[in-house]
């Protein structure tokens, strides 16, 4: 059974870091497109950050170049957000989802959502003083 679960997600103070994780369960990550996203209270879903089915290409929200980095681990079969510099405008639920499809390519924030058809549940990560 296709499954994704996230974790790390949690209370933090303004300019703190934390590192969320998307386990992956029922296929390998090196073979699909994973993706980050999260939705703040009154807004829309939106894209955060992705990773191709190779692992060699990422992007990027603007709103978070430069402070969040995705990775992965074949080995562990997870995905990662490490998230630094965190800030209110951070505040949110943060999920992980996976475009299954055979042969999947590359990925951008901006891609329809509806490319992503497994979805964990979701972590909420606040950051407040």
């Known amino acids: 059974q296709l499954q994704l679960v996230e974790s790390g997600g949690g209370l933090v103070q303004p300019g703190g870091s934390l590192r969320l994780s998307c386990a992956v369960s029922g296929f390998s990550v090196d073979f699909f497109v994973i993706g980050w996203f999260r939705q703040a209270p009154g807004k829309e879903r939106e894209g955060v950050s992705c990773?191709?089915?190779?692992?060699?290409?990422?992007d990027y929200a603007e709103s978070v170049k430069g402070r969040f980095t995705i990775s992965r681990d074949v080995h562990e079969n997870a995905v990662y957000l490490q998230m630094s510099s965190l800030t209110p405008e951070d505040t949110a639920v943060y999920f992980c989802?996976?475009?299954?499809?055979?042969?999947?390519?590359?990925?951008?924030?901006?891609?329809?959502?509806?490319?992503?058809?497994?979805w964990g549940p979701g972590t909420q990560v606040t950051v407040s003083s």
């Open positions: 990773i191709s089915s190779s692992g060699l290409r990422t």
């Open positions: 989802a996976a475009d299954v499809r055979p042969f999947p390519g590359l990925c951008t924030v901006d891609d329809d959502q509806g490319r992503y058809d497994r």
